[in-house]
């Protein structure tokens, strides 16, 4: 990811298992493919809390520090707004998607890997996509490659092998009125605060007991 914006502080295994050690309530075992059971997770309609590598530097979550869920889920808005981030119910939520397929999404042709760039969601595949989709037809473009963000492109290109969809909704790893997420301890306590269903920590899946 060298040229992009994770300067962020990362994270020992040490360092998530010690904050796994401070809260009741969780069940959490490690996988061989967190990618791939997240994707699984996403794609029946869960709210998934992803925290990997180093955090980002600017003014975007760009799937490092993100909460990610089901773009063609048309009331995901709704209920990340209401469940999640417990904000004004007209706030819109950004497509991250594959650098390879972007074009077949939105009307852009260039990287936007910060997303920073506001373009058209191609007409036929608003009603793929909605949750993403702003009223006016546009969306706020995240595009994720290799180079970028290795394994948040893995986690996209999972669920795109899952839904024939290369998008995924992404927003950052905080409620409203608090900065995002930094460190395992501040993204397993807004797990266990919110309605989060699920969260993937490193190579960690977490659960809350009773699911």
């Known amino acids: 990811m060298k040229g992009y914006s994770y300067f962020g502080k990362e994270y020992s295994e040490l360092d998530i298992l010690d904050g796994l050690k401070q809260f009741n309530g969780i069940k959490y075992k490690k996988v061989d493919n967190i990618a791939k ?8 309609g869960y709210i998934v809390g992803w925290f990997q590598g180093r955090s980002e530097f600017g003014p975007r979550a760009l799937g490092n520090r993100s909460i990610i869920a089901d773009p063609r889920r048309s009331d995901m808005k709704d209920v990340l707004n209401s469940r999640v981030k417990f904000r004004e119910a ?45 009223v006016d037809g ?10 970028s963000n290795s394994k948040f492109y893995q ?46 920590i490193g190579n960690y899946f977490v659960e809350k007991e009773g699911n």
């Open 37 to 44: 059971v997240t994707a699984e997770y996403i794609k029946d």
């Open 90 to 134: 007209f706030r819109p939520f950004a497509p991250a998607v594959r650098l390879d397929e972007m074009d077949q999404y939105f009307d852009l042709n260039i990287e936007a890997p910060y997303m920073l760039i506001v373009r058209d969601v191609l007409e036929e595949k608003r009603n793929i996509i909605p949750s993403v989709t702003h």
């Open 138 to 147: 546009t969306g706020r473009i995240q595009s994720v490659s290799e180079q």
């Open 155 to 200: 986690l996209i290109t999972e669920f795109y092998s899952l839904t024939g969809v290369p998008v995924v909704l992404n927003t950052s790893f905080n409620v409203k009125g608090e900065p995002i997420v930094e460190s395992p301890y501040d993204a397993i306590r807004c797990f266990t605060t919110t309605d989060i269903d699920v969260l993937a």
